[in-house]
């Protein structure tokens, strides 16, 4: 299969604009808020409160936030979604930091900011849903949505730049609102079939809520999937995150271009990995095991980096782990698309989504925490962490496979 035919579909080409765009900006605020906050505060704790005000809000709000697509029209829910996110950086323009009423204000704002996030992630897998009918496009259509995240993540160091070469902000914070507003143009232009739309006037929030638990705790595959996934980013990828600056530091010469050429190489591995799920893809695939089974390989790689001393043997490694978990990111949205098909699919995106992205910010603290109490003994933390997720890959992978054995008796 070619990416021919998902590119032809209009909404598509708006929704993959915007993502990438939206990814962008994203990235560029990121950078500059901490980085901003930071000099005029000149407080490492400034850092970690940035972040919570752009985390914290969508991991509480998320399950709130996703019964409104089950009841609105999505493209619209994101399309003020990114108006919000361009008047939050309008408003900063004007905003000097100059005394803690002003750092409060500017808090203030990335909490709206933040808040809105769940209904771009969960509109976006919905709209990938119902665009295409048949799983195979919406393999190809996750494969070209995970290639544009890791293709701008790695453009990460080079916006870096641009945002420092740029001076603070009126540059940095116009530049950021202008983007969410040609994101917010693009998601507008997204023509979804409105029948699609769910009107449900007589069901409560509440309703909504535990028929979305009722589905997750009684099917027994969404339950695997959600457990495997909180795991996967608690150990493997909130891991890397803490451990590898460290490894740099400690192993590799505690060079910046070789934690910057070692931070880049699992993205590069997804982009190639993706790209060949997207063209390669067969039909009747088995989607939780291959994610399961991915997940396994990324942790055996994971481990094998606790034993590793050489900066190139690391960097092939994580290159590996790159092109193995592309059809574990691509599987995994494709078989929740294929799964949340119901009045309250909103809500179980947003779900899954809070989910597995509390396990991230949990993590980061673990690894933190556990990396200062073994000192430069780190190489344990790989080969543990990778140990709980293989184990844990295993298990759903053998439940998985009991599971299809007792159906074919």
Not at 7 to 19: C, D
Not at 154 to 179: F, T
Not at 214 to 232: K, M, S
Not at 237 to 251: D, F, M, R, Y
């Amino acid at each position: 299969m070619t990416y021919l035919p998902v590119l032809r579909n209009a909404a598509f080409r708006w929704l993959i604009t915007g993502n990438t765009l939206s990814n962008i900006a994203s990235s560029i605020a990121n950078v500059s808020l901490v980085w901003i906050a930071y000099h005029h505060f000149n407080s490492p704790l400034i850092i970690a409160v940035v972040l919570g005000a752009l985390e914290l809000p969508s991991l509480l709000i998320g399950p709130f936030a996703g019964g409104l697509l089950d009841h609105f029209q999505k493209t619209t829910l994101m399309t003020v979604a990114n108006l919000i996110n361009a008047l939050v950086f309008i408003f900063l323009i004007f905003n000097p930091l100059r005394n803690p009423v002003d750092l409060g204000l500017f808090l203030v704002l990335l909490i709206i900011s933040g808040a809105v996030k769940p209904l771009l992630m969960g509109g976006s897998s919905m709209i990938i849903q119902e665009v295409f009918p048949t799983s195979d496009l919406k393999v190809t259509a996750n494969s070209l949505n995970t290639m544009s995240f890791d293709f701008t993540y790695l453009l990460g160091a080079l916006l870096s730049g641009l945002v420092l070469s740029l001076g603070y902000g009126l540059k940095v914070y116009g530049l950021v609102a202008g983007l969410y507003l040609v994101v917010s143009f693009c998601y507008s232009r997204i023509k979804v079939n409105q029948t699609q739309i769910q009107q449900q006037p007589n069901l409560s929030y509440v309703s909504d809520l535990k028929n979305a638990l009722r589905i997750i705790f009684t099917n027994h595959a969404i339950a695997a999937a959600l457990i495997l996934d909180f795991v996967w980013n608690l150990f493997l990828w909130a891991g890397l995150t803490v451990l590898l600056p460290i490894a740099v530091k400690l192993l590799y010469g505690n060079s910046a271009i070789q934690y910057g050429f070692l931070d880049s190489m699992t993205s590069v591995g997804i982009i190639l990995g993706s790209l060949l799920v997207g063209l390669y893809h067969r039909k009747q695939l088995p989607l939780l095991k291959i994610v399961a089974g991915a997940i396994a390989l990324h942790a055996v790689l994971f481990i094998l980096i606790g034993f590793s001393t050489q900066v190139y043997v690391t960097a092939f490694l994580l290159f590996l782990i790159g092109l193995i978990v592309a059809p574990a990111l691509i599987y995994k949205s494709t078989f929740y698309q294929s799964m949340f098909n119901s009045e309250s699919k909103g809500l179980l995106f947003t779900l899954a989504g809070t989910m597995t992205s509390a396990s991230y910010p949990i993590g980061i603290a673990l690894t933190s925490l556990l990396a200062s109490l073994v000192g430069s003994q780190i190489g344990s933390l790989f080969i543990g962490f990778g140990g709980v997720t293989l184990v844990t890959a295993g298990f759903v992978y053998y439940k998985l496979r009991r599971g299809s054995a007792l159906q074919s008796k």
